[in-house]
């Protein structure tokens, strides 16, 4: 079993009447990329705010590295938190912009030159050195603030939508760099609003919803949770026959959604599931012929969407 590194129970949080986190509780292993995902207002970021010692919880406890984060100095050591925005800091150059957060860390001068030249050389970015801050792309912004968040090599870094706003390639450079920072020992965890966007490189993902983590997981153990209930294709000889097909199974005694394709059924089958072999028998004695039936893979967006609509719960 993997060390733990962060552990909330049942944080909660309220904004006035609004119940913004409601017995928030959540784990992340050393070496984790834990994809905190959950729609806009679900509470993403202030979790993120209360793990980074910015904001104090009404209840519940939250712990890093065996920490209290009511230790604010201590645990201010162990982690780089980047908000979801960038910050104000116009007409600084990227390096006196480093320099900057350097010098709030108390590194000393004489070790800022060497450091912030290595930062710079691993987010790429060296060549933006002298450029204004405002002046960066999106992408570049959000490197120099992972580039910030690393002046103090933090244990945990804490990263609030770096992904959204990005275009495509920027993304990938984004995950590459994310990748680069587990193999040199950090923790990361990095929140979104849309699942897909993280997929690929999160080891583990948390699900929120209203405050609430609602399904904590690898990203196989979700898949895997969501087994059995996914889609079916029925391929028919064209588009003529899927249209008979469709209007076929309307009439069965059970009932489920379906969509044309062309020549292809798509059939989604709900959770309090229609059994497959249902569908096929009731095919074959209406004399329908297929030429191919099979179970189509959710794609994690799908499953996503299922878990969210508190299909699991
Ligand atoms: N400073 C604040 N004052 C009042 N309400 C807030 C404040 N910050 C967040 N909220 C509300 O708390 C809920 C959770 O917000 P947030 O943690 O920002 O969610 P997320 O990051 O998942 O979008 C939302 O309904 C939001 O409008
Ligand atoms: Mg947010």
Redesign the pocket.
Known sequence: MSEILVETKNLSKS??K?K??NNMSMTLYKGDIYGFI????????????ILSTILIPDTGTATINGISITRGSEVRGLIGYMP?SFGVYDDMTVYQYLDFFAAAYFIPSKKRKSLIHDILELTDLTFKRDAMVQSLSRGMQQRLGLSRVLIHDPKLLIL??PASGLDPRARIEFRELLKELVKMGKTILI?S?ILSELSEICTRVGI?EQ?KLIYEGSRSEIEEKLLGYGRIIVELKDAEAAVHCQAVLKKAPFKIEMVIYDYKLNISISKDGTDLDDIIRYLFEHDIKIKAFYKSKLSLEDAFMNITEGKLA
């Open positions: 904004y006035g609004l913004a986190l959950g729609p806009n207002g679900a509470g993403k970021s202030t979790t993120f705010k979801d609030d939508e929140s609003h929120v405050g």
